[in-house]
Nanobody, 126 residues
Framework: QVQLVESGGGLVQPGGSLRLSCTAS????????MGWFRQAPGEEREGVAC????????HYEGSVSGRFTISRDNDKNTVYLQMNSLKPEDTAVYYC???????????????????WGQGTQVTVSS
């Protein structure tokens, strides 16, 4: 079955950087678009970035555009999120997902999507 394992989170000061990884198994990775989502305490999960199956098309939520970069390595079944110039409001648990709905800066999971991993905690604080 589909398994997604996120890693790379941690505590970082404002202005710092982190690189998140999501390693996938249980499906043909390079047949699927991938996305990153995040959920802050008390907030709904929101889309952050998405990338098509070949890594050619990328979309970003407005507040992260220019600071975050999504990429993928299909040989390693892994999607990455490079996060630069981090802000306290980026603090959240970050998740990856397959086949997100991407329309410009609007990034959403498929309806009733349930293949979430455990996520990785990102905390931006001085």
């Amino acid at each position: 079955q589909v398994q997604l394992v996120e890693s790379g989170g941690g505590l970082v000061q404002p202005g710092g950087s982190l690189r998140l990884s999501c390693t996938a198994s249980g499906f043909t990775f390079d047949d699927h678009a991938m996305g990153w989502f995040r959920q802050a305490p008390g907030e709904e999960r929101e889309g952050v970035a998405c990338i098509d199956d070949r890594g050619r098309r990328k979309h970003y939520e407005g507040s992260v555009s220019g600071r975050f970069t999504i990429s993928r390595d299909n040989d390693k079944n892994t999607v990455y999120l490079q996060m630069n110039s981090l802000k306290p409001e980026d603090t959240a648990v970050y998740y990856c997902a397959t086949d997100p709905i991407c329309m410009g800066s609007i990034i959403r999971p498929q309806p009733a999507y349930h293949n979430w991993g455990q996520g990785t905690q990102v905390t931006v604080s001085s």
